[in-house]
């Protein structure tokens, strides 16, 4: 992210994100484990900001709080008009249209619609969650498409943030316990993870 202007403050506290995240989790039949996936990524994308981008002008029309030159990306998702890493842009609107992009419960829902139907299975592993946001996202990192273990690294602070989220407010779903993650033997709480993508159709 390369930040050029940030406002005062954002349009949204990180509290109000989650519980926002979380209402379009439940809305398609999802849980806990879905809402800190989404979560993860926004903070690696955009730390809770909504930003504009001049590369792709339109997005001013819409409300934000900042504004970055990270290629086309835009929003909270850092969702841009063409999939990742094609330039000059011809699949527009890969992500939906603007208004979609720039608002959070539409790019969420959008994120979450690509999310594998198995994603449980990074129920205990943030670094195999991030590899399911990597298979959303398609991100790339100084070219690298497989460098996904950005996301991994947000595993903790986004179950801490949505139980202070969701403090107090009952939910329809039973809430998935966080598991208490050892890192594995010869794997540093925060490694440089190389997984292989497995790009969604």
Not at 18 to 38: N, P, Q, W, Y
């Amino acid at each position: 992210m390369g930040w050029v202007w940030e406002a005062d403050r954002p349009l949204r506290t990180q509290e109000q994100i989650a519980r926002e995240v979380h209402e379009v989790s439940l809305e398609r039949g999802l849980d806990d484990l879905a809402t800190v996936l989404a979560l993860m990524c926004i903070r690696q994308e955009s730390d809770f900001w909504c930003p504009w981008n001049a590369k792709d002008p339109t997005s001013k029309n819409y409300p934000h709080d900042s504004q970055s030159d990270d290629g086309r990306s835009v929003g909270y998702l850092q969702q841009q008009n063409g999939i990742a890493g094609e330039n000059p842009p011809g699949n527009q609107n890969w992500w939906g249209p603007m208004a979609q992009r720039m608002d959070l419960r539409g790019s969420v829902n959008e994120f979450l619609s690509r999310l594998s139907n198995d994603y449980h299975a990074a129920a205990d592993d943030p670094y195999r969650a991030a590899q399911f946001i990597q298979n959303v996202q398609r991100s790339y990192w100084n070219g690298d498409p497989g460098h996904a273990g950005y996301y991994g690294k947000h595993w903790a602070y986004c179950w801490s943030l949505l139980r202070r989220a969701l403090e107090g407010t009952p939910t329809p779903v039973v809430p998935i316990t966080p598991p208490s993650v050892k890192p594995k033997p010869g794997i540093s709480p925060n490694p440089a993870w190389r997984g292989d993508p497995v790009w969604l159709p």
